[in-house]
């Protein structure tokens, strides 16, 4: 974990990244290996329990000859879609008591056999699954994190990435690299939030995605943020509430309001929270880019990855509102949970999740210097960076001054450029 003194500029920011940024992305790597390695899921039918498996021995690209390792990259998609499908068809779930032959899991499934034995046979080379020398299909360490109620489970994201609405955008992405439109909007004519509320299917499959990754990062995020400094807390586009929850079981001095679109809100409010939290919690449909409701006022708002789904200027018309909303309270604090992306060739999974906010979104992952550009334009300045669970970072944000800025249009023009003005 890092922590950035309380400082007040962009300037201030830029020598600490350009220095860390090899040790940080280092960090990064371990720390995601360190959350894998501690969240095994219980009950499961590993590789290694079973005896007679022919273990996979999954390529790696680093390892390979470079045109060898270019192919895997290039074909990617073969085991992401096939993944998908996979996940889809709740296979893992299927064999998460035993073994099953091809044909039981056909049949369970309403699919076909044969191509349903092909899709497992490639990603157990993977890993992913593996085939038993009489034929039976087991869970394995990686398949079993498709399985739908495992910690860390990434089932609901695979189907995500591979559901039309993610996919097709895809085979877009060089449309919007040549013209700034994102590609989900050039393929469905509108843009993503406007498209989930008129699919409920597609909205469902959104929200569990996103809850998935909420859960395994809400324990790190309560742990690294000391949120009893604030008496009311309102979530800006908290989806499901499962961040929220978490800060209010840690914290039960707290109160709790989430905000979101409407749909949202409504199955928000059946998750299952627990009484005692849900009597300190409460729900407001809203739209952040309108004026903040008075019962939604808060002593902080968070933030956690909204911000990166849109551009410049659409992020600086929500925090604008949200500081209208602080008034001349400056002890008022804005948490915002998102990527900062590290300079350099480093791997760093935000690099990674910024292709996607480019394909779907108008959005961006945004580095150190340009959150700080941003919460500038808004009336913010960066009181403290930081870092939790990978990839996200805890970005503390203050009034800049007791001066309330002038409010803003509540419409935004839609910008083509990717939003880096
Ligand atoms: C990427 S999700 C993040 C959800 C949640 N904060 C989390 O971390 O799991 C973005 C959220 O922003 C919400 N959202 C999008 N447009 C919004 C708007 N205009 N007003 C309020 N919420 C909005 C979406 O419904 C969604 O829940």
Not at 21 to 45: D, G
Not at 90 to 107: E, F, R
Not at 291 to 306: F, G, K, N, S, W
Not at 307 to 331: F, K, P, Q, Y
């Amino acid at each position: 974990m890092r922590t950035c003194p309380e400082r007040s500029g962009p300037s201030s920011l830029r020598p600490r990244t350009s220095d860390a940024a090899p040790r940080l992305a280092a960090r990064r790597l371990a720390a995601t290996r360190r959350l894998v390695a501690t969240r095994q899921p219980t009950e499961s039918c590993m590789t290694d329990t079973l005896p007679g498996i022919d273990p996979a021995d999954p390529p790696d690209p680093a390892q390979l000859p470079p045109p060898v390792g270019m192919l895997l990259l290039v074909t990617a998609k073969w085991i992401s879609q096939a993944v998908h499908v996979a996940a889809e068809l709740g296979i893992a779930d299927l064999v998460s008591d035993g073994p099953q032959t091809v044909d039981d899991l056909a049949a369970k499934a309403g699919c076909r056999t044969q191509p349903l034995h092909r899709v497992l046979r490639a990603i157990a080379s993977y890993g992913v699954f593996a085939e038993l020398p009489d034929g039976r299909i087991v869970n394995t360490p990686m398949s079993d994190y498709l399985r739908t109620d495992v910690p860390g489970s990434v089932r609901h994201m695979a189907r995500m990435e591979g559901a039309d609405f993610t996919w097709r955008p895809y085979g877009k992405l060089l449309h919007t690299v040549r013209t700034g439109e994102p590609a989900f909007d050039h393929v469905f004519g509108q843009r993503i939030f406007d498209h989930l509320a008129e699919h409920p299917r597609e909205e469902e499959i959104f929200n569990r995605a996103m809850t998935s990754f909420t859960e395994q990062s809400a324990d790190a995020i309560v742990a690294d943020h000391d949120f009893s400094r604030h008496p009311v807390i309102t979530d800006l586009g908290g989806g499901q509430g499962h961040l929220l929850a978490a800060i209010l079981r840690a914290n039960p001095e707290v109160r709790g309001v989430l905000l979101d679109r409407a749909p949202v809100v409504e199955s928000a409010q059946r998750a299952p929270v627990g009484p005692e939290v849900r009597a300190r919690m409460s729900y407001v449909a809203g739209d952040f880019f309108g004026p903040i409701p008075p019962e939604a006022h808060a002593d902080a708002y968070v933030l956690r990855t909204c911000l990166h789904d849109w551009s410049d200027d659409e992020c600086v018309a929500i925090l604008r509102n949200v500081r209208t909303a602080m008034g001349d309270r400056t002890d008022a604090r804005l948490l915002i949970m998102e990527s900062v992306v590290q300079p350099g060739n480093a791997f760093d999974v935000g690099k990674l999740i910024d292709l996607e906010m480019l394909t779907l979104t108008t959005g961006l992952e945004r580095t150190e210097a340009q959150w700080a550009h941003v919460l500038e334009r808004a009336g913010f300045a960066v009181a403290a960076i930081t870092e939790t669970e990978p990839p996200l970072s805890v970005i503390e944000a203050r009034p800049a001054s007791a001066h309330t800025p002038t409010a803003v249009p509540t419409a935004v023009q839609t910008p083509t450029d990717g939003g880096t003005s």
